[in-house]
């Protein structure tokens, strides 16, 4: 019996079908194959992953950090709730984000083709 989550998680990311076919069997999937199912976002050789993570996780920090939080709550919300209050939450999340520091800066940046400096706020 799957502990943990999977049995409400997996059907989410692979499909009913498969996720039975997985939770039943007790298969394991290797790497290609979880690439392929949306279980895993990428796959890397052991010597490339730690500086592919090193790489990402720097992509990341390098975003606004307000759009970054309210990203992942709006894209973890729709889940439990119905598509006009996730175009709801959708468009109070585009009115704080457009009223930060960090989203003048973005414009500012592209219109000056440059990096943009964010501070969170």
Known sequence: MP?????YFLP??????????LLWTGDFVDAEEAL????????YEDADFAAA???????LAAQPPLNVQLI????????????RTALDLISS???V?????DSAEAMA?????????????
């Open 36 to 43: 392929r199912l949306g279980i895993a976002s990428y796959v």
């Open 72 to 83: 992942k709550r709006a894209a973890y919300q729709p889940a439990r709730t119905d598509l």
């Open 53 to 59: 993570s090193h790489a990402f996780a720097s992509r």
């Open 97 to 101: 984000v457009r009223s930060t520091h």
């Open 3 to 7: 502990g943990d989550g999977g049995c």
């Open 93 to 95: 999340h585009m009115a």
């Open 12 to 21: 989410r990311l692979v499909g009913m079908a498969k996720a039975l076919e």
């Open 109 to 121: 940046a592209f219109r000056e083709r440059r990096p943009p400096l964010f501070q969170g706020r």
